[in-house]
T-cell receptor, first 109, second 114 residues
């Protein structure tokens, strides 16, 4: 089993739709969680950290479920510009971060 | 605009060449990282430097040699690479000493080995 797993998609949604991604992790000692966005042939860019109580940044909401060992990302009112690959990242202490393989999102007009 | 700067953006080299990738950050971060990313795969950690000392080497072949001259700079020296080493090489930095700090990536060097 991979340490961090994501549904690769692709998710094809119309503009204005709400879409949710999940990411599961296997190490119960994991401490820090992040979502990154990566556009084609570009570097990953930090989208948001994921806090235990859940957190929101505009149209984006991140949640953590420690009992079931997954994090989620909800995107409301999808825009064409949201089309990208979304990577979850998990730190289990120290400097090592494990990235999921990413979920591809296509938002269509 | 990224606050982590990588040069060159693109590099094509033969298997017998020696080249270096460079990374610079001025965010005061004391942890710096090299990742390798193949197409449609996640970034894979290669090396971590913490306070200019090598902290993690993920069993990377010796044809890749990292160097951290100071707290702002990170180099990756390349020698006798193989075609399978063609990939996007990403540098990242983060604050050291706290687990909940995210990494910030440079825009990468796209490396092609002929």
């Amino acid at each position: 089993r991979k340490e961090v797993e994501q549904d690769p998609g692709p998710f094809n949604v119309p503009e204005g739709a709400t879409v949710a991604f999940n990411c599961t992790y296997s190490n119960s000692a994991s401490q820090s969680f992040f979502w990154y966005r990566q556009d084609c042939r570009k570097e990953p860019k930090l989208l948001m950290s994921v806090y235990s109580s859940g957190n929101e940044d505009g149209r984006f909401t991140a949640q953590l479920n420690r009992a079931s060992q997954y994090i989620s990302l909800l995107i409301r009112d999808s825009k064409l510009s949201d089309s990208a690959t979304y990577l979850c990242a998990v730190k289990s202490g120290g400097f090592k971060t494990i990235f999921g393989a990413g979920t591809r999102l296509f938002v269509k007009a | 605009d990224t606050e982590v700067t990588q040069t060159p953006k693109h590099l094509v080299m033969g298997m017998t060449n020696k080249k270096s990738l460079k990374c610079e950050q001025h965010m005061g971060h004391r942890a710096m990282y090299w990742y390798k990313q193949k197409a449609k795969k996640p970034p894979e950690l290669m090396f971590v430097y913490s306070y200019e000392k090598l902290s993690i080497n993920e069993s990377v072949p010796s044809r890749f040699s990292p160097e951290c001259p100071n707290s702002s700079l990170l180099n990756l020296h390349l020698h006798a690479l193989q075609p399978e080493d063609s990939a996007l090489y990403l540098c990242a930095s983060s604050q050291a000493g706290t687990d909940n700090q995210p990494q910030h990536f440079g825009d990468g060097t796209r490396l092609s080995i002929l």
